[in-house]
């Protein structure tokens, strides 16, 4: 119901204590206060692997960062792509964005992208060597992936309902 989803973002609302600029921001700041200042954060997965790649939490605090994947299901930032259609869009600016588009689908491209920890399109195979434990992360995802093809409207007031969470906590709008 919208109530428990209310009283749900309220609650992690609740326990949040730190917004960056992005969540690069707050992966950095939790290598640099450790487990004692920062226990928990939602970031990137290529966050995980590139903080434990460079060594720096384990150097400081004798752990590395781990992902946890929530057993509901994660989402995947897929970053569409798209080339426009549209009268302001000349032949010659389609054909580079597709030239440029079929560049980045490379196994080549897609292999560089995967050293700083991003998952490659479906048909290039995962590097093992990168997706693994000693970077924090697993090679398969061990839940389900779960859509991100939403509505605007959903979009729209999912930002509205955090606005209302932070501004009045998990009880606003509550009767009693």
Not at 25 to 40: C, D, R
Not at 129 to 139: P, T
Request: proline share 6%.
């Amino acid at each position: 119901t919208r109530e428990d989803v209310r009283s749900w973002l309220g609650a992690l609302e609740s326990r949040g204590g730190l917004y960056g600029r992005s969540t690069g921001f707050l992966g950095k700041h939790a290598v640099l206060v450790g487990p004692e200042g920062i226990n928990v954060l939602i970031a990137y997965e290529n966050l995980v692997i590139d903080d434990n790649m460079a060594g720096e939490p384990l150097a400081r605090w004798g752990q590395k960062l781990v992902a946890v994947y929530p057993e509901e299901g994660t989402l995947l930032s897929d970053h569409p792509y798209c080339i426009l259609n549209a009268p302001w869009v000349s032949r010659e600016q389609r054909e580079a964005a597709q030239e440029l588009l079929e560049f980045l689908l490379r196994p080549e491209i897609q292999a560089r992208a995967m050293k700083h920890g991003f998952r490659p399109v479906a048909d290039v195979p995962l590097d093992s060597s990168i997706f693994n434990e000693d970077y924090g992360v697993e090679l398969e995802l061990p839940c389900p992936v779960l859509s991100s093809n939403v509505s605007g409207e959903v979009l729209w007031r999912i930002t509205d309902l955090w606005v209302v969470v932070r501004t009045y906590g998990g009880g606003y709008g509550k009767q009693g």
